[in-house]
């Protein structure tokens, strides 16, 4: 045997007290075990990485997201995860085009991405004036009609918010501005990106066009772009010419993937933790959703490596097109509502750590949260405020069923420098804060599967 | 008159004291109002947001580049500046096509910007398995033939550095691997870029291809696209398909612009300071080198602004076509071997403060450059080191005719997170950084035209 450091061995010497039953410890030792076990595993890394390199942006619908899918069953197969399902439903495909923009005289190229659903110039481009708007409320305010033959540009301006507040506050720019103008006349729509970047990375992401509605051509401008449009608005009129050839397939397939680690003793209680398998097609795909995967994954495999056996079965779901409309979760939410589902969390806000426990289970569940506080306070975790956690948006259709809801809130500082770009790559992964997390979710999960307690809601 | 804070009413009385005959002051306290002034001023920064706005990016030998230089005159003219003279030459014109690449299998888009002369794939573009080279050295160490039929990827690493010695060190890379990997057979050629972000950003610039050869395609990837290419050839063979389809006009025209602040006393003395018009196409032209402009031209208004009226005739000149080989800098230096040019100094490098002072003057200056120094170092910039600058590449040839070189070297500690990128963009100016630059440069420029020592080398 190789010469160890002193460190090296204390970490050997504690996993292989894990090797124990778990009878053999208190709940809380068993949690310790566990966070240690899976700081010193660190193996959610490896299994981005791997999903980055083989397969990258995995837009959703499209044969990209079914490479996604593969990645998905051989990943829980090797995690030792059993059960493995895919359950498949049907999505409109929506995939970009050509897309530029120049404004006309200088030719001072803007750089855009189209909004995911957005609708088509003809392919020679559209040229118009352009009309500005502060933000969302003075496109609310415009006359109908006013917008006929302009281009509009929406400059609302979003902050950085730790806990991605900023993004629901700001988010109907980008879902409902483009049909909010369209429903005014205009031809098409240009929106300063909901990022918080100055690179030059348009932040796409979907919008909405009610039913009927043909869509208009709707783009995001980077913000070094909004700006320089902005301020050549601000110093006379500007038209710009826009190209954007998305093209839209109304009849294609996704599906979820899912695998258990079987409970002993309450196999019919389940956890469903996981993430999303496709990605904006813009980056690869990496903190958007690849993260929430390889957490949830790792988490599991933790457990499993461990040798520790929950009472309640552990299930990873890997949910197929969330970005654009949540369709995984609605599909998964609808086949599994009568299902016992106590409790279910996602994680899908990057690679960043946890910062703060949130939790909606029932009165009875509490002290659970409480141990699960406890246990991830070393880890410099916050505890619950209160018990109101909406979960994220693939798990929500479970929790309006009943199932109680765990929110490991991660730190999204800097998650919207990179949210729906092309700079959500690899590189940005910081493997300390990953290993955090990972142990967070690991610890938490355990002391869900391992307990009793009811957490439904209903 | 309205109100104002203390602070503002000291400055004013400051400016105001700058009304005096220069006869009125020493040498120092000159130098000292001049920085004063400068810092008060603050008009870089409106120089530099007109530029982006109005013009954007100015590639050379373009039509863009002609509306550089349109701006140029405009600004100089409203600075004061006389004499203004539009000197032309010959260039060729280089413009990038469409460009695209994708690893074959997955359809993972790599970001790449075609180098600046690089040669043409197919418009249907080409495939071909791509063999790594860690470094320049291992590129040349290949075997002549051996890259027949292949894509070579140069994987050569740049660090940061504060004086930009980094990218002499590494250029070679960029400027020579193309054709060096053209030598042994290769088909195309891919750079890891020379710069030092992790964002989508490629970094472009010039490559030399020797006389009588066809370039082949050559492009940099973004240091994100660069690693997951490394990594995937790791893991086992990989194939890329390249499509790049820029344009070659071996016959178009740039030009050099300069004005003057007639010296009073040694008009024949001229002090040339200055930057470059042209930029690369994929950003705005602001860091690189709309700043060089902004900065000589706002130092040389500053000088014009105080009444003091210099010995020594002050020339601005902006330089035409120096990102694809120095073709204005050449030009000027060949026009201007015969002028009695003393000293000559650039500033191409980025918008953040001056840090250090460097020189290349006769014994005589020496006292000078000990003047600058002295008055300079409230801006906290460091004295000159030696006696031994090159100067930049534009005014390389007026030193190589014995003009002395003044270098106020600037902190180019992010200068290669920006340098040839889309990044390039008006929202990366530091404005406080900047006026400081400009306040060396009107303080040193106005000592060494207020001065009557001999600088020139030769």
């Not at 050839?245 to 019919?268: K, L, R, Y």
């Not at 996602?346 to 406890?374: H, Q, W």
Request: with cysteine; charged share 20%.
């Amino acid at each position: 045997m190789p010469r160890l450091p002193l460190r090296r061995c204390a970490v050997i010497a504690t996993l292989a007290a894990l090797a124990l039953p778990a009878a053999a410890a208190t709940r809380a030792e068993q949690a310790g075990l566990v966070r240690e076990r899976a700081l010193a595993t660190s193996s959610a890394y490896a299994l981005l990485s791997d999903l980055t390199n083989t397969v990258g942006q995995r837009l959703a619908g499209t044969e990209a997201e079914a490479r996604g899918r593969d990645w998905a069953v051989k990943a829980m197969t090797a995690a030792g995860l059993v059960n493995i399902k895919i359950e498949a439903f049907a999505v409109p495909v929506w995939q970009r085009g050509l897309e530029s923009a120049e404004i006309i005289g200088t030719g001072q190229r803007l750089t855009i991405a189209a909004l995911g659903g957005s609708g088509a110039t003809p392919a020679a481009g559209i040229t118009a004036p352009v009309v500005y708007f502060a933000d969302y409320a003075a496109l609310e305010a415009a006359a109908p009609g006013s917008l006929a033959g302009k281009i509009a540009f929406i400059d609302h301006r979003m902050m950085r918010a730790q806990d991605g507040s900023s993004y629901g506050t700001n988010g109907a720019v980008r879902r409902a501005g483009p049909a909010l103008a369209q429903s005014k006349g205009a031809l098409a729509v240009l929106i300063r990106s909901l990022g918080t970047d100055y690179h030059r990375n348009p932040h796409t992401g979907s919008t909405v066009t009610p039913t009927g509605v043909t869509p208009l051509a709707s783009a995001a401008l980077s913000l070094p772009d909004a700006e320089l449009l902005a301020r050549r608005l601000a110093a006379g009129p500007v038209s710009v010419k826009l190209v954007s050839t998305p093209s839209f397939d109304p009849v294609g397939q996704s599906a979820n993937v899912s695998g258990e680690i079987p409970g002993v003793g309450a196999p019919g209680e389940i956890i469903v933790i996981g993430g999303h398998i496709d990605s904006w097609d813009i980056g690869q795909g990496v903190i958007d959703d690849g993260a929430g995967m390889a957490i949830t994954l790792a988490a599991a495999q933790v457990i499993k490596a461990s040798g520790l056996q929950p009472r309640r079965t552990i299930r990873v779901v890997f949910f197929g097109s969330e970005e654009i409309g949540i369709y995984g979760g609605r599909a998964y939410g609808a086949a599994h509502a009568d299902e016992n589902i106590v409790l279910a969390a996602e994680s899908d806000f990057g690679a960043d750590r946890v910062y703060r426990v949130s939790s909606r289970v029932a009165e009875t569940g509490k002290p659970l949260i409480a141990e699960i506080n406890a246990a991830l306070a070393p880890l410099g975790v916050a505890p619950t405020r209160d018990n109101s956690a909406g979960g994220g948006a693939d798990v929500a259709p479970l929790g309006a069923s009943g199932a109680g809801i765990l929110a490991l809130e991660q730190d999204g500082t800097r998650y919207f420098d990179l949210h729906h770009t092309p700079d959500d790559t690899l590189d940005k992964v910081d493997r300390v804060q990953l290993d955090q997390n990972v142990a967070a979710w690991a610890t938490a999960v355990w002391l869900a599967a391992s307990d009793d307690r009811a957490l439904r809601t209903k």
